[in-house]
């Protein structure tokens, strides 16, 4: 799981950010799994976020 640099820094100035993540394959875990591992994650701490489970989108998470 990552964010830039540029969307730590826009974050300032918005409600949101966006959580980047991926899957090399060798932990035998998908790109896929890992994206629902990390909205279940958000939503569980108390996040909103929006998620299209499409792996070439990246991850929503509202800041309000």
Request: aromatic fraction near 10%; hydrophobic fraction near 40%.
């Amino acid at each position: 799981v990552y964010y830039t640099r540029q969307d730590w820094e826009d974050s300032v100035d918005r409600d949101f950010m966006y959580l980047g993540f991926g899957s090399d394959g060798t932990a035998g875990t998908s790109a896929e799994q890992i994206g629902a591992l990390v909205v279940a994650s958000c939503v569980k701490a108390g996040l909103t976020v929006e998620w299209s489970g499409d792996t070439s989108e990246r991850i929503l998470v509202s800041l309000k």
